[in-house]
């Protein structure tokens, strides 16, 4: 059974960082890429970045140069680094993979950023 817990999420003024975690078990986490979602109230959800099994990321253009992903192996565990937050990332976060063609989701965590 493949799990996925996410944590890190909070209440933060804007101009904050926070920094989200993503512990997987199940599967072996070093091949699989990963990635972090985020929706917010109202909106459909959209991806926020993705790391592949050697490190490659991608971001999408608006966290380009405030957000970081990364993993460690080791630990089974993805991370989001969340810097000059703003009012606009406030959304519940999610991260994913895909295993077999079959896609898995932790429950989320709230991220809110105050103005």
């Known amino acids: 059974q493949v799990q996925l817990v996410e944590s890190g999420g909070g209440l933060v003024q804007a101009g904050g960082s926070l920094r989200l975690s993503c512990v997987v078990s199940?599967?072996?986490?070093?091949?699989?890429?990963m990635t972090w979602y985020r929706q917010a109230p109202g909106k459909q959800r959209e991806l926020v970045a993705a790391?592949?099994?050697?490190?490659?990321?991608n971001y999408a253009d608006s966290v380009k140069g405030r957000f970081t992903i990364s993993r460690d192996n080791a630990k089974n565990t993805m991370y989001l680094q969340m810097n000059t937050l703003s009012p606009e990332d406030t959304a519940v976060y999610y991260c994913?993979?895909?295993?077999?063609?079959?896609?898995?989701w932790g429950q989320g965590t709230q991220v809110t950023v105050s103005s």
């Open positions: 199940g599967t072996t986490f070093s091949i699989r890429t």
């Open positions: 994913n993979t895909v295993r077999i063609g079959v896609a898995y």
């Open positions: 790391i592949s099994s050697s490190g490659s990321t």
